[in-house]
């Protein structure tokens, strides 16, 4: 068996595994780069290997980083089945058609505006080229072995959000890929399921040199939302429109219930989190809350469906709290909000989780004093902050606590889709603290798995 890294190496973004074996080839995961501009052009270039020759492709979960290069291997030729549980099916349905009708906008405003350097500025994909990669999905069950490309697959709980597996690959080997990791103690997640014996394993290290505070979610927000309605401030939060959306609705929702955060309108101007929010309710198997949380949590806000009603919230005055996607700011309704609202200091932006380097997520949490949003610059004098105690991901203590749940240390563990500061970090403790052999791979690389 033979493994090639595509992508989620040296970066958390574009996770992308090339697997071969006796001749036949799978795709586990195909993500989208983003973050640095560097990165964002590898989506441009033509992959390492003729799309038509991928017998399939696992999907570990539906984020962008790990889904969203799909309707361009099918664009390009790919015409096999991608498998996925359910839930990664059914976000995808809305995540992938999302990400091509954005990248439209974003074509045509850029035209339109005459501030691309390109002419005229195209869209990587469309959302039609998204819907059409969708008739290619075949759902997976958990637990269940899948016979494919002469190899099985079997299909394990990750947390993280709805649907989100490791996924374990055997032939004459057995490799696991453990996509994202979430927590043990997440607040709707289910913990990841621990792991199987495997011969090679490929652990994400997002969070790999971070540990996560102990500071409890709901004090810091009743804090931050008291604090800025008080100046007269409206809270702009951008949030990932899977998981970390209805999340923030279930805290939002108790702290109105106790009283700890004053009455303000709560706004969440996301179409696709709206979506996401009635897929979570669709699938009451895949998280830890009841029905009544959920409707109680997500009638909390008033949903914002027409871009008329997102532009009019940003001619009203009043403090009100917005929730807006995407989470890093890097593109969707939030660029608008942030351009009317980052300039003025009674402002807060509060962000939900990990930015990754290049995006303006990222440059705002440094500190930023101005980001560039629709090729013009745009003042920051707003407070900035990150919940990041929020994450979905697993930080390092958790994943060392994962994997000493291997009944056995594997040959090697590969230390992927995290940031070279953190990947490395990872690998070292998992070296010294659990004895293994493991090893931070580079982009392109091949192993023969024997």
């Known amino acids: 068996m033979k493994l090639t890294f595509l992508g989620g190496v040296g970066t958390v973004t574009g996770s992308k595994y090339l697997v071969e074996y006796n001749g036949r080839r799978v795709l586990v995961d195909c993500g989208l780069f983003q973050g640095f501009k560097q990165l964002r052009l590898r989506n441009w270039n033509p992959p390492p290997f003729a799309p038509s020759s991928i017998d399939a492709v696992l999907l570990t979960h539906a984020h962008l980083d790990h889904s969203g290069y799909l309707p361009l291997l099918v664009k390009q030729g790919f015409k096999g089945p991608i498998h996925a549980t359910d839930a990664t099916r059914d976000l995808c349905e809305i995540l992938l058609p999302d990400s091509g009708h954005l990248q439209e906008q974003d074509a045509e405003f850029a035209n339109r505006h005459r501030f691309s350097k390109h002419h005229p500025a195209l869209p990587l994909y469309t959302e039609e080229d998204a819907r059409r990669c969708l008739r290619q999905f075949r759902s997976v069950a958990f637990h269940k072995p ?82 800025t309605a008080s100046r007269g401030g409206t809270i702009l939060i951008p949030a990932f429109a899977v998981g970390r959306t209805q999340v923030l609705l ?43 949380e959920t409707n109680k949590a997500f009638s909390v806000a008033k949903y914002v469906q027409t871009a008329e009603e997102s532009k009019s919230l940003d001619q009203m005055v009043m403090p009100k709290v917005i929730i807006s996607a995407s989470g890093m700011a890097t593109g969707g309704r939030v660029l608008h909000h942030l351009k009317t609202y980052a300039p003025d200091h009674r402002n807060l932006i509060m962000f939900s989780g990990f930015q990754a380097g290049g995006t303006r997520g990222a440059t705002l949490v440094a500190g930023g004093k101005s980001v560039k949003i629709h090729g013009s610059y745009v003042e920051v004098a707003a407070e900035v902050s990150n919940l990041d105690m929020l994450s979905a991901h697993a930080d390092a203590n958790e994943l060392l606590a994962w994997l000493r749940s291997a009944p ?43």
């Open 250 to 292: 279930l805290h939002l929702s108790r702290l109105m219930a106790a009283g700890r955060i004053p009455k303000l309108p709560i706004f969440l101007d996301s179409p696709m989190a709206i979506d996401a929010s009635d897929i979570f309710c669709r699938h009451p198997d895949d998280h830890k809350l009841s029905t009544a």
């Open 146 to 227: 899948l016979e494919i490309a002469g190899m099985t697959a079997f299909f394990r709980r990750a947390g993280h959000i709805l649907g989100a597996a490791t996924i374990e690959l055997s032939a004459d080997v057995k490799v696991l890929f453990s996509g994202d990791v979430g927590r043990p103690q997440d607040i709707a997640m289910p913990p990841p399921e621990p792991l199987p014996a495997v011969d090679y394993l490929l652990v994400e290290s997002t969070y790999g040199n971070r540990i996560h505070n102990g500071v409890d979610a709901e004090d810091v927000l009743a804090q931050a939302i008291t604090r």
């Open 408 to 450: 056995q240390p594997p040959r090697t563990a590969f230390v992927t889709h995290g940031e070279p500061e953190a990947a490395d970090t990872l690998r070292r403790r998992i070296s010294e603290e659990l004895q293994w052999n493991s090893k931070v791979p580079e982009y392109r690389e091949s192993v023969e798995l024997s």
